[in-house]
């Protein structure tokens, strides 16, 4: 059995770098509260997001 297949170039993948990753994941930073801090079933407006 002979199967058509388009076969593409093969591309290598590229890394694009948007900024230290400690810069990055500090953007939700300033809050003392964790996940811990709110009990089970908290409503989502109770939640503090920054």
Do not use: R, W
């Amino acid at each position: 059995m002979e199967q058509n297949v388009e076969k593409h170039d093969y591309e290598t993948p590229s890394l694009t770098v948007h900024g230290s990753i400690e810069t990055i994941t500090q953007g939700g930073g300033g809050s003392t509260a964790i996940d811990a801090s709110f009990p089970a079933h908290t409503p989502i407006g109770d939640l503090t997001f920054s």
